[in-house]
């Protein structure tokens, strides 16, 4: 293998022709910044237990990685990381990490899912920017900061795992939408559901809440807005909400029900008038 070591510190490794798997030595403590930055050939990488520290954009435009086994003794994704690695699918981020900072999976265009650990404390702006396949975030930490623009440019983006509570919708349209989910999670932590946000992101949140907390304040404002919030899962085709809150029969009443009915009828969601 094309590996530069000294002194327990992987300094570079060299691509070798025909190798695209490659498994870093045992008893390595260290990767250096840019050392594998570049390496187009390679399409797994398997680190050992040993490495306790990653520089900054060591796999940066290793364009052909698609899944890497990190230590579980790392405590940081560091910056740039996986900047640019366009085929990146499978990644699970260690336990011990408590930072993932700037521009880390940036341009990670394949990435299709990821489980930020509970001792996560930050995600740094950018981390995420431009994972346009992006559809499920999991963060398991309730007291993680999100800096600006961690999510932003993941287009498709529809599954969150915040705060507890599971929720669904169209994130992947809502501009600077980092910023607009910080927004969401201070509405639900304060309880104040009058503050001004995109719909695409306030009825998700403040439904998925209601259904985990039945709290009273929340009732109250979807009894309020009850129609508009109906009709919003109708067209954004939301079956899995619209079902639990049939099944709840606590907003539904005969009038109101013949009224969505013939929404979704208008709006021709099969599935849901049926």
């Not at 007291?143 to 969150?160: G, P, S």
């Not at 907390?213 to 009709?231: G, P, R, S």
């Not at 005969?254 to 099969?270: V, W």
Request: glycine share 4%.
């Amino acid at each position: 293998m094309g590996f530069k070591i000294t002194d327990g510190v992987l300094m570079s490794y060299i691509q070798e022709e025909g190798t695209t798997s490659v498994v870093i030595p045992d008893g390595i403590k260290r990767i250096a910044f840019g050392a594998f930055v570049g390496c187009a050939n390679i399409t797994s990488v398997t680190m050992p237990d040993s490495v306790t520290s990653i520089g900054g954009a060591v796999f940066e435009r290793c364009s052909n990685l698609k899944a890497i086994t990190l230590s579980q003794n790392i405590t940081k994704i560091s910056e740039m990381l996986f900047d640019s690695c366009k085929n990146l699918k499978y990644v699970t981020i260690p336990n011990n990490v408590t930072s993932i900072e700037h521009h880390a999976f940036n341009c990670c265009i394949s990435l299709t899912t990821i489980t930020i650990p509970e001792n996560v404390k930050r995600i740094e702006y950018n981390a995420f920017c431009f994972c346009e396949n992006l559809t499920s975030v999991i963060i398991e930490n309730n007291a993680i900061v999100i800096e600006q623009e961690a999510f932003n440019e993941c287009k498709n983006l529809t599954d969150l795992f915040v705060r507890g509570y599971q929720i669904h919708g169209n994130f992947g349209a809502i501009k600077n939408f980092t910023q607009k989910l910080n927004d969401a999670i201070s509405m639900l932590d304060n309880k104040d559901f009058s503050v001004k946000l995109e719909k695409e992101l306030k009825i998700p949140f403040i439904l998925a809440y209601y259904r985990k907390t039945k709290d009273e304040t929340a009732f109250t404002y979807i009894k309020k807005n009850f129609t508009k919030m109906f009709k919003f899962l109708i067209d954004q085709n939301d079956i899995e909400t619209i079902e639990a809150i049939i099944c709840s029969g606590e907003f539904l009443t005969k009038r109101n029900i013949d009224k969505m009915i013939d929404y979704a009828i208008e709006k021709e969601r099969h599935e849901i008038y049926v």
